[in-house]
């Protein structure tokens, strides 16, 4: 028979079931993992990510990167500036079910939440968010809401909001922390308004000089061959069409790596837009750690920059992250780059234990 305090949990989960999306929970009896389970969620312009951790209450900071991923689960856009939001809840609801559902959990063995999305630019998204996560989840449940960004610095450096993060993939943000808990951004305000570091802001410039070099405003550039045939069109006004019959960003920031072979091909338009796209990553990190002094009065100190993101992989002879970094230690020569090993959906789990221990240890020390 079961316990009370299990059906006054079971009582409030069907006030909180919605549509089909939970309806797995019925055929889950016995939860396995003990002390419940964390779920960390990281939302882009391109796709969600949802990693379901075991909640270990007995364990230290230095012991995070050991607990185990007991499930994944990854969905389409989450960002609601992207496809409203309805659609971005709909995503952030299923992708959470999914991952549930692969470990045998349902929420009301949840502990805690971070759902880490872009989009979230002001506390009025984070509330609009929060309110729709606590009709989702039993009151019990700890929900913590941040940029995708945080998520990623978290990611770096073992869910410590300290130093800065800078994310280069379909979009860009650079974002850091004080130990205190001061915090700046700098870019992430979409391609309307300017992030040409991004992988959107690399391809427009590639469409923009083929077209410039069709007019005989331009240089002529292997961009142009490269990309009419990597997209399987036969002339630059074909080019016109096909970018305004869907000008989503993921779309037009998939021809990155047709930049980047153009440069390592010696092209000097592709070679411009790879070095000036570095130049604004790394004018990004500048202003967010300048207004922040996260390396002192003199500029000397050391800080962390975790680099995420497409567009900083190492893995091409033109390497992007290389040069940001490079124009960085112009201005900050102790700067710490650190490649995260774990995807930033980890980062945000870790992200919602650090959270949860930080309150449930403060609650001890009151009782």
Not at 63 to 75: F, G, H, K, N, T
Request: charged share 20%.
């Amino acid at each position: 028979m079961p316990e009370k305090g299990q059906l006054i949990l079971d009582s409030e989960m069907k006030r909180y079931r919605n549509g089909e999306t939970w309806e797995f929970e019925n055929d889950i009896n016995n939860v396995s993992v003990s002390d419940g389970v964390l779920l960390g969620l990281d939302g882009g312009t391109t796709s969600t990510v949802c990693i379901c951790m075991p909640m270990i209450i007995h364990f230290s900071h230095s012991q995070l990167q050991s607990l185990p991923i007991l499930s994944r689960a990854v969905a389409g856009c989450s960002n609601h500036n992207s496809v409203g939001e309805i659609a971005a809840r709909e995503t952030l609801e299923q992708v959470m079910a999914d991952a549930l559902s692969k470990c045998g959990s349902k929420r009301s063995s949840v502990r805690a939440v971070c759902l880490a999305v872009s989009g979230v630019n002001h506390p009025t998204d984070q509330q609009r968010i929060l309110s729709w996560l606590r009709d989702i989840f039993p009151s019990n449940v700890r929900l913590y809401v941040q940029n995708d960004a945080v998520a990623a610095l978290a990611s770096g450096t073992i869910g410590k909001l300290h130093g800065c993060v800078l994310i280069a993939g379909t979009g860009t943000i650079a974002y850091g922390f004080t130990e205190d808990g001061r915090e700046a951004r700098a870019a992430g305000a979409g391609p309307v308004l300017g992030d040409w570091g991004s992988g959107y802001g690399i391809s427009a410039q590639a469409l923009t000089a083929v077209i410039e070099a069709h007019d005989g405003r331009g240089p002529s550039t292997m961009l142009t061959s490269s990309i009419l045939q990597t997209l399987g069109l036969s002339s630059a006004e074909e080019l016109i069409g096909w970018t305004y019959a869907d000008p989503s960003w993921a779309r037009i920031a998939a021809l990155v790596p047709v930049v980047v072979s153009c440069a390592e091909a010696g092209d000097e338009v592709a070679n411009k837009i790879l070095l000036k796209s570095a130049q604004e990553l790394a004018s990004s990190v500048k202003a967010v750690v300048g207004r922040l002094g996260l390396c002192g009065q003199d500029e000397k100190g050391a800080f962390p920059l975790v680099m995420v993101g497409g567009v900083l992989e190492a893995n091409t002879k033109w390497d992007v992250g290389k040069e940001v970094i490079k124009c960085i230690s112009k201005y900050f020569p102790r700067v710490l780059p650190i490649r995260p090993k774990v995807e930033p959906a980890v980062g945000a789990a870790w992200l919602a234990w650090n959270f949860f221990m930080k309150e449930y240890n403060k609650e001890l020390c009151s009782r």
